[in-house]
T-cell receptor
Framework: EIVLTQSPGTLSLSPGERATLSCRAGQNVGTGYLAWYQQKPGQAPRLLIYAASSRATGIPDRFSGSGSGTDFTLTISRLEPEDSAVYYC?????????FGQGTKVEIK | QVQVVQSGAEVKKPGASVKISCAASGYTFINYYMHWVRQAPGQGLEWMAIINPSGGGTNYAQKFQGTVTLTSDTSTSTVYMELSSLKSEDTAMYYCARGAFGSGSYGAFDSWGQGTLVTVSS
């Protein structure tokens, strides 16, 4: 199975700052079969980005995704208090689909 | 709009079985695969299985082969997951999620149920 490793484990930033989250795959995940999800406490995950860089419906443009092959990045350009959450990357190009272990974003 | 609604929380004893439902609405049920994802308390997300509601074809993660069974009912647009031989370590939140924005069965999970908490305790 494809292992996804996210870094850092926790990111603590102030409102308005830029957050950069990394996701590295153990092998090539194919042409953009990489997604990012946001999960807040007590809620189901929410799809933010699919195909590495396409924003899902209703997702603010401060969220952007990039990368290909084995290295992917989620960028939150200007953090807002409601962005406090755990963010997961996922590859869905191979079975079993796999998730990274998550990056927790804390807003100071 | 697309909605995915799961059945309520369950408490089961070790060795028992449980069947969770996932009812879809707001779209053509048979056109989208449905996935199941597990999240143990305080832990990350773990993909379990996928079903094609049109025809009922399934694929399970190796870890869940033999203890998880997925079925679908096109008359009610509902997918079911049965967990058997429950152990305490199966205590978790279980989510169903629709697969989309991809090719065939390989899509991102664009709509999630609210989750069903299964507690296994003697």
């Amino acid at each position: 199975e494809i292992v996804l490793t996210q870094s850092p484990g926790t990111l603590s930033l102030s409102p308005g700052e830029r957050a950069t989250l990394s996701c590295r795959a153990g092998q090539n995940v194919g042409t953009g079969y990489l997604a990012w999800y946001q999960q807040k406490p007590g809620q189901a995950p929410r799809l933010l980005i699919y195909a590495a860089s396409s924003r899902a419906t209703g997702i603010p443009d401060r969220f952007s995704g990039s990368g290909s092959g084995t290295d992917f990045t989620l960028t939150i350009s200007r953090l807002e208090p409601e962005d406090s959450a755990v963010y997961y990357c996922q590859q869905y190009g191979y079975s079993p689909r796999t998730f990274g272990q998550g990056t927790k974003v804390e807003i100071k | 709009q697309v909605q995915v609604v799961q059945s309520g929380a369950e408490v089961k004893k070790p060795g028992a079985s449980v069947k969770i439902s996932c009812a879809a609405s707001g779209y053509t049920f048979i056109n989208y695969y449905m996935h199941w994802v597990r999240q143990a308390p305080g832990q990350g997300l773990e993909w379990m299985a996928i079903i094609n509601p049109s025809g009922g074809g399934t694929n399970y993660a190796q870890k869940f082969q033999g203890t998880v069974t997925l079925t679908s009912d096109t008359s009610t647009s509902t997918v079911y997951m049965e967990l058997s031989s429950l152990k305490s370590e199966d205590t978790a939140m279980y989510y169903c999620a629709r697969g989309a924005f991809g090719s065939g069965s390989y899509g991102a999970f664009d709509s999630w149920g609210q989750g069903t908490l299964v507690t296994v305790s003697s």
